[in-house]
């Protein structure tokens, strides 16, 4: 992804780009659920997304069926785009929250056109016409990881990145200034080079072996530190969502794609060990294992600076986040963005440093306060969900509970991720249940209200069901590339 978006957006300004890739380490080999940020990064790049569908056997993904995380039994689904509409300026989940006990109201999730698409497993493109319930529609892409990696390698080359094959042995360090000056591989070969992105995965080349920038551990909230993930073959229906299943000691993703559908364990190896992780997996899939379990380790946190002297270190080498909200590929493209936005001439300056370093910490941090509710916010018992049930949280996300639980109120702060039908969707659908609305919804007549409900909760459903199905929709947009 860094190697496409620079060839595509520096290409023509003279400065060359090789990229350094090494077939006997190979990549992590996981990471297939996306958010809808992708579809910006696929557009400034110009990829057709027919081309990308039949390229990365993607399917489409309108959210996350989170299956037991409250308690055995439950489940709720947090929704790409928005909840329903303002109604006079007052949200509609403040609405919602007032009125919810009348029976013909029914669950948030009706008044989303992703998660009433979702679960029909239907799917179409956003219409223009904004007064269109499908003009709500907001979409990401489940697909092959390793497929979009070659993908965007050859669009990378293709627009003038020069891929060299081989292992980095060592770095030398310019012994004034203490930057990075070369890479020597395996062959003896030297690449020399004034800015160094680091993407070398959790092993962190650069920044973190070399340049010692410290790594922030975050497991005292984030304890998961394990996963085996197995693919299996396709089911029918194909489902136009990422399912999340909670385990004991952790839980599940699947992930369908065109060819495969996609699964991972991911657990606290203090809680689990890796034999019942495995044995957890093999038997809750929908159908036959195609290969052998891939384990991975790994842990929550990140890089303390993303960006040190000639360092700029994107992907797993600035941090790790668990992949239960599909952010890591998302955290590449903003770093990538980022990274363009604030692109250096030959000498680089402090300010930009520390304004990458800004946006960075600014992007990973309320990440982590939105994945750690989803373990916190639990009535689920056991050593595992004791733990984080009781654990003391970061200020950042007590504060925003706290707001919450009074009166359904949620603010978004410095540009982060997820914003407030996010939020809304994941708080009420873990548990927390405010204990008032805004009072600007008792200016509006309950009977106006509980119609206005009414028909926006029809129109949703009335538009779900003239949609194709997901699987006909993927493939009439496949037939269409070139
Ligand atoms: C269990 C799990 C599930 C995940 N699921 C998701 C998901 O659903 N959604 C999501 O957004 N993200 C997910 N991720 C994260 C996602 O997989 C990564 O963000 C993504 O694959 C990018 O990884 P990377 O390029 O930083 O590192 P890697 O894939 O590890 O790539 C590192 C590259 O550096 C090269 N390299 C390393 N050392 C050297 C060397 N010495 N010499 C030469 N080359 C070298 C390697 O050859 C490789 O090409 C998941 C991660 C895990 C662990």
Not at 213 to 231: K, N
């Amino acid at each position: 992804m860094t190697a496409a978006a620079l060839s595509r957006f520096l290409g023509n300004t003279g400065r060359r780009i090789m990229l350094i890739e090494s077939e006997a380490i190979g990549t992590v080999g996981v990471g297939e659920g996306t958010i809808p940020p992708i579809l910006e990064f696929n557009h400034q790049l110009g990829i057709d997304e027919a081309q990308f569908l039949r390229e990365t056997h993607a399917t489409y993904k309108l959210g996350i069926d989170f299956v037991g995380w409250t308690a055995e039994g439950e489940r709720y689904f947090h929704q790409f785009g928005q909840i329903g509409r303002a109604l006079n300026g007052v949200s509609l989940h403040q609405l919602w929250l007032k009125h919810r006990s009348d029976p013909a109201v029914g669950p948030l999730a009706a008044y989303s056109m992703s998660a009433v698409a979702a679960a029909n497993n239907r799917f179409a493109h956003p219409a223009a016409d904004p007064s269109d319930p499908l003009s709500q529609i907001a979409y990401a892409f489940h697909f092959d990881a390793a497929a979009y990696g070659q993908f965007l390698r050859r669009y990378a080359e293709a627009k003038g990145a020069e891929r060299i094959e081989g292992r980095i042995v060592s770095v030398d360090r310019d012994g004034e200034t203490g930057a990075i000056a070369s890479v020597s591989l395996e062959d003896d070969r030297k690449v020399r080079g004034d800015l160094f992105v680091d993407c070398s995965g959790f092993r962190s080349l650069l920044l973190g072996e070399t340049l010692r920038v410290p790594f922030e551990d975050w497991s005292q909230w984030l304890p998961c530190d394990r996963a085996i993930a197995v693919p299996s073959e396709r089911t029918e229906p194909l489902t136009p969502y990422t399912r999340s299943t909670a385990h004991p000691a952790g839980w599940q993703w699947r992930i369908p794609l065109q060819h495969r559908t996609g699964n991972g364990h991911v657990y606290s190896s203090a809680h689990m060990s890796d034999e019942e992780a495995e044995a957890i997996l093999l038997s809750t899939l929908d159908a036959k294992p195609i290969g052998s379990p891939n384990k991975l380790k790994f842990k929550a946190g990140r890089r303390s600076r993303s960006w040190e002297s000639n360092v700029v270190a994107i992907g797993l080498s600035s941090g790790f986040l668990e992949p239960l909200e599909s952010t890591s590929i998302h955290l590449i493209q903003h770093g990538v963005q980022k990274l363009l936005s604030l692109f250096p001439g030959r000498e680089i300056g402090q300010a930009e440093r520390d304004e990458y370093n800004r946006h960075m910490v600014n992007s990973y941090d309320p990440i982590r306060d939105f994945l750690i509710l989803h373990y916190s916010a639990t009535r689920r018992t056991g050593p595992f969900w004791d733990h984080v049930r009781t654990m003391e949280l970061p200020d950042t996300l007590k504060h925003k509970i706290e707001l919450f639980r009074e009166r359904g109120r949620v603010f978004r702060y410095n540009d982060e991720l997820f914003d407030t039908p996010s939020w809304v969707a994941v708080m009420l659908g873990q548990g927390i249940i405010p204990d008032e609305h805004d009072p600007l919804v008792d200016g509006m007549p309950g009977a106006q209200v509980l119609r206005a409900l009414a028909e926006l909760r029809a129109g949703y459903q009335r538009t779900a069901m003239k949609l194709p199905l997901a699987s006909e929709f993927i493939n009439r947009k496949v037939s269409e590339a070139a």
